[in-house]
């Protein structure tokens, strides 16, 4: 079979690089895709929905899998179901889990699913007299989608004072900071899981962390993410509740509002004194856990988007490697905020056994490839034991050379 990957990022790479390991698949398209991605897919540029519609029928794509949020709040799933063309992502209406912050809350709230107290607002005065009266930290949430940047964690009223202004009125996140999800601070640790759905059952993956803060000892800004590890085998006992008491339901609650989820499932959790409580749902692989979880995945990906399509999921037994997956991301000098690009990128041409370098924000320029993003590359590894996987990882990234390359030194550390 032909496959066609919508994305461009170190997320899509990795599922190309999973995608062209299959005995099952001939070709691995993606586009936009990035020049990074090029020793396991072709790359293409496909501007519109027509013409990705042209594209599948011409080059005989079986399964469309629909890398980043954007593109499947747009509706790009629909558009394809209603060509008759298979695709692995949720509907327009199923990807509000993640596109609409206050429809995820809502969802919860109704169905008894864990997770924080909330409120939501469209108004700045309204918000800020909500605000004033909570007790500290407190979790601001831009309700549309903000590229994993829109959560603001403040200690006290000024500083709460202070994002609404930035959210709201000065409009940091654009439309998508129109009206605000207002949460209490959870206390826990975190960890996130991936559930492949088909709009009625699932099978869930390994556990997975994220680093999401630009600095060492998770301080700093948000980020879309700076490394993750797996598994996290503290998470496993609490797998059950995880499954039963949120996955199962949510799915359940997706079908009770019309609008069945199938397709990749992303399960943001904080573990409390009470249990998993959901952070956030995303409607697609998360980035970077993917370029962990899908290195450790022995079962073939085109079987689980059979199964998906085939609404067999509930068939599947998810095989997995005995080792850890460590991935740390090196980032432009000034991510999340402004930066330079065009910096020439220098990597070893062998990465060796286990180790594996996805691009995300890069370009080409004389056949070499530069910088072209905030997160330019992730350098992820595997091994026996967490300590050789952090370790090699880090061998890896410190082979990688350019201006203003940063990097965190403590993933899978804390």
Same mark, same amino acid.
């Given at each position: 079979?032909?496959?066609?990957?919508?994305?461009?990022?170190?997320?899509?790479?990795?599922?190309?690089?999973?995608?062209?390991?299959? &005995?099952?698949?001939?070709?691995?398209?993606? @586009?936009?895709?990035?020049?990074?991605?090029?020793?396991?897919?072709?790359?293409?540029?496909?501007?519109?929905?027509?013409?990705?519609?042209?594209?599948? /029928?011409?080059?005989?794509?079986?399964?469309?899998?629909?890398?980043?949020?954007?593109?499947?709040?747009?509706?790009?799933?629909?558009?394809?179901?209603?060509?008759?063309?298979?695709?692995?992502?949720?509907?327009?209406?199923?990807?509000?889990?993640?596109?609409?912050?206050?429809?995820? /809350?809502?969802?919860?709230?109704?169905?008894?699913?864990?997770?924080?107290?909330?409120?939501?607002?469209?108004?700045? $005065?309204?918000?800020?007299?909500?605000?004033?009266?909570?007790?500290?930290?407190?979790?601001?949430?831009?309700?549309?989608?903000?590229?994993?940047?829109?959560?603001?964690?403040?200690?006290?009223?000024?500083?709460?004072?202070?994002?609404?202004?930035?959210?709201?009125?000065?409009?940091?996140?654009?439309?998508?900071?129109?009206?605000?999800?207002?949460?209490?601070?959870?206390?826990?640790?975190?960890?996130?899981?991936?559930?492949?759905? $088909?709009?009625?059952?699932?099978?869930?993956?390994?556990?997975?962390?994220?680093?999401?803060?630009?600095?060492?000892?998770? /301080?700093?800004?948000?980020?879309?993410?700076?490394?993750?590890?797996?598994?996290?085998?503290?998470?496993?006992?609490?797998?059950?509740?995880?499954?039963?008491?949120?996955?199962?339901?949510?799915? =359940?609650?997706?079908?009770?509002?019309?609008?069945?989820?199938?397709?990749?499932?992303?399960?943001?959790?904080?573990?409390?004194?009470?249990?998993? &409580?959901?952070?956030?749902?995303?409607?697609?692989?998360? $980035?970077?856990?993917?370029?962990?979880?899908?290195?450790?995945?022995?079962?073939?990906?085109?079987?689980?988007?059979?199964?998906?399509?085939? /609404?067999?999921?509930?068939?599947? &037994?998810?095989?997995?490697?005995?080792?850890?997956?460590?991935?740390?991301?090196?980032?432009?000098?000034?991510?999340?905020?402004?930066?330079?690009?065009?910096? =020439?990128?220098?990597?070893?041409?062998?990465?060796?056994? $286990?180790?594996?370098?996805?691009?995300?924000?890069?370009?080409?320029?004389?056949?070499?490839?530069?910088?072209?993003?905030?997160?330019?590359?992730?350098?992820?590894?595997?091994?026996?034991? &967490?300590?050789?996987?952090?370790?090699?990882?880090?061998?890896?990234?410190? =082979?990688?050379?350019?201006?203003?390359?940063?990097?965190?030194?403590?993933? @899978? =550390?804390?």
């Amino acid at each position: 079979m032909n496959v066609l990957i919508i994305g461009s990022g170190g997320r899509e790479h990795a599922m190309a690089h999973k995608f062209s390991k299959s &005995k099952k698949v001939n070709k691995v398209y993606v @586009a936009p895709g990035n020049p990074g991605m090029k020793d396991t897919a072709e790359t293409i540029s496909l501007s519109s929905n027509a013409e990705i519609i042209e594209f599948v /029928k011409k080059n005989n794509i079986e399964y469309v899998f629909i890398g980043p949020e954007q593109p499947l709040a747009d509706g790009l799933a629909d558009v394809l179901n209603a060509e008759h063309i298979k695709v692995v992502g949720p509907s327009k209406a199923a990807s509000r889990i993640e596109s609409s912050k206050e429809f995820a /809350k809502n969802l919860m709230k109704k169905h008894n699913i864990p997770t924080a107290e909330f409120e939501s607002f469209c108004n700045i $005065d309204e918000a800020m007299e909500y605000c004033r009266k909570q007790n500290y930290p407190l979790v601001l949430k831009a309700d549309g989608l903000a590229a994993g940047k829109g959560v603001i964690i403040c200690q006290n009223f000024t500083e709460a004072h202070d994002s609404l202004i930035e959210i709201m009125e000065n409009k940091k996140f654009g439309e998508s900071g129109n009206s605000v999800v207002i949460e209490e601070f959870m206390n826990g640790w975190e960890a996130s899981v991936f559930a492949f759905c $088909d709009g009625d059952n699932f099978v869930a993956t390994v556990f997975s962390q994220d680093h999401k803060p630009l600095l060492n000892g998770n /301080k700093g800004p948000n980020t879309g993410g700076m490394g993750a590890y797996a598994p996290v085998l503290e998470a496993e006992k609490f797998r059950r509740d995880t499954e039963e008491k949120i996955i199962a339901p949510v799915l =359940q609650a997706m079908k009770d509002e019309n609008c069945p989820y199938s397709g990749v499932l992303y399960a943001g959790l904080m573990i409390t004194d009470e249990g998993p &409580k959901v952070v956030e749902f995303n409607c697609r692989f998360g $980035d970077p856990e993917t370029e962990v979880v899908l290195p450790l995945l022995k079962t073939d990906l085109a079987d689980i988007c059979e199964a998906i399509s085939d /609404k067999k999921i509930n068939e599947m &037994k998810l095989e997995w490697e005995d080792k850890f997956a460590v991935t740390v991301v090196a980032a432009s000098q000034g991510y999340p905020g402004s930066y330079e690009k065009g910096f =020439q990128i220098n990597c070893p041409r062998e990465t060796g056994e $286990d180790s594996m370098i996805y691009f995300a924000g890069v370009k080409e320029n004389e056949n070499n490839l530069e910088t072209n993003g905030g997160r330019v590359l992730t350098a992820t590894a595997l091994a026996k034991n &967490k300590t050789e996987a952090i370790e090699k990882a880090y061998e890896l990234i410190r =082979q990688i050379k350019f201006n203003g390359i940063y990097f965190r030194t403590d993933i @899978a =550390q804390l």
